[in-house]
Structures are given as structure tokens and as C-alpha cells.
């Protein structure tokens, strides 16, 4: 039972465009959202997260937004950047922190030239 | 120098054979954790340790075993290694002291492969 969905395997984006990467939960429970990116050979880095008191979080070109009612966040990077190319996996906890972090399977985003 | 460190980086190993993955971590975090990565299937968590004297199984802890020798130090062991144990291994830390909670740390992964 996948708690934490990301449906796209893939996505390709030209540099300059915007990347949305989407994310979908079932647990009721979770209500602290993070993205993470991982380039080959490397752990997972964290990029940003989001309570569920907000709807939307920026941190320079990165913006989260949560809708809790659809179960629903997804990953805003504008614009994309060719730096930008890794797996980004979505993570989801029930504790108002990071800890017990469910992830999604990921999905690998390359931003053209 | 790396934060959170694993060794070994690259392991190939046997089937039945007992191995031992290291973590160990020099941010002063107070809680670790052990996860496993497959193609597909993100990284899903196997052991998970709030303190010294605190741990706790997770998702996938059937076949494996954990010590937290130190607060700095968090070992996994595969008792008898099977082949549907080859997978990406990666150790985290995050951090409740600072009153931080905000992410986890991962360390680079230790790639398993059993025969």
C-alpha cells in the first residue's frame, strides 16, 4: 500500500520553463510534507517543506504547495535550470516533524538546454 | 568533511553471509535511521533510533538488525544476507535537541549487492 504516490516516473523540461512535479497521499495523518533531490551517487538532499497549518511555502526558485482537502502537493522550480536535472522524491510524516518519513517512488527530472 | 558517513561505499557479498553496514555522524543529531532504496520503490525505512537506549523497527525490518553503539554510531546488520537484499542502503539523521525539526540528513548510500 503506497502511502505517498508520485505518478510520474519521468519528466522532461526545457531550460527557463517551469518543472511541476506532483505528489499524492492517503494517510489522513500526515502533516508535514518535504522534497528532497538526489543526484547519482549521493543521498538524498533536502529541498524544501511545508506544514499543513500553510498552503504554500517558497524558498528562491523552489515553491511547495499543499491542498489537504485533494491530498495533494506538488514541487514548483522556476525557472528550471540544467543543475536542476536529479530524482526529486516527495516524503510525508505524521509527527509535525521529520521523523518516520514516508516517501514517494520518485521521479527523475532532466531540464534540457 | 562529510556530516553522516557509511562504510562501506560498496559491499558484494554471499548468500548466508552475515554484514555489517556502519553509520556515523558528526552533527550531534539525536535520532538516526536506516532506509533501503530499490528501483521503483523509493527509499523505504527499515530501523529508526530516537536516542542511545531508543530503537524502533520500521516498514522493512524483517531480516535485519540495528545497534546504536553511540549517539554517533548506527549499525545495521544483515544476519543471514539473501539476494533480495541487494539494494541501495542510506543512513539519516535529523535533530530534536536545537528544537530543529525540519529535515533529515541523509548520508552518500551504501550500494549492497548479494550472490
Known amino acids: 500500500d503506497q502511502q505517498v504516490k508520485q505518478n510520474s516516473p519521468s519528466l522532461s523540461v526545457q531550460e527557463g520553463r517551469i518543472s511541476i512535479l506532483n505528489c499524492d497521499y492517503t494517510?489522513?495523518?500526515?502533516?508535514?510534507f518535504l522534497w528532497y533531490k538526489k543526484y547519482p551517487a549521493e543521498g538524498p538532499t533536502f529541498l524544501i517543506s511545508?506544514?499543513?497549518?500553510?498552503d504554500k511555502n517558497e524558498d528562491g526558485r523552489f515553491t511547495v504547495f499543499l491542498n489537504k482537502s485533494a491530498k495533494h502537493l506538488s514541487l514548483h522550480i522556476v525557472p528550471s535550470q540544467p543543475g536542476d536535472s536529479a530524482v526529486y522524491f516527495c516524503a510525508a510524516s505524521p509527527t509535525g516533524t521529520a521523523s518516520k518519513l514516508t516517501f514517494g517512488t520518485g521521479t527523475r527530472l532532466q531540464v534540457t538546454l | 568533511d562529510a556530516d553522516v558517513t557509511q562504510t562501506p561505499r560498496n559491499r558484494i557479498t554471499k548468500t548466508g553471509k552475515r554484514i555489517m553496514l556502519e553509520c556515523s555522524q558528526t552533527k550531534g543529531h539525536d535520532r538516526m535511521y536506516w532506509y533501503r532504496q530499490d528501483p521503483g520503490l523509493g527509499l523505504r525505512l527499515i530501523y529508526y533510533s530516537f536516542d542511545v537506549k531508543d530503537i524502533n523497527k520500521g516498514e522493512i525490518s524483517d531480516g535485519y538488525s540495528v545497534s546504536r553503539q553511540a549517539q554517533a554510531k548506527f549499525s545495521l546488520s544483515l544476519e543471514s544476507a539473501i539476494p533480495n537484499q541487494t539494494a541501495l542502503y542510506f543512513c539519516?539523521?535529523?535533530?530534536?535537541?536545537?528544537?530543529?525539526?525540519?529535515?533529515?540528513?541523509f548520508g552518500p548510500g551504501t550500494r549492497l549487492t548479494v550472490l
Open positions: 511545508i506544514s499543513s497549518i500553510k
Open positions: 539519516a539523521t535529523s535533530d530534536t535537541t536545537s528544537g530543529s525539526y525540519n529535515e533529515q540528513f
Open positions: 494517510n489522513s495523518m500526515f502533516d508535514y
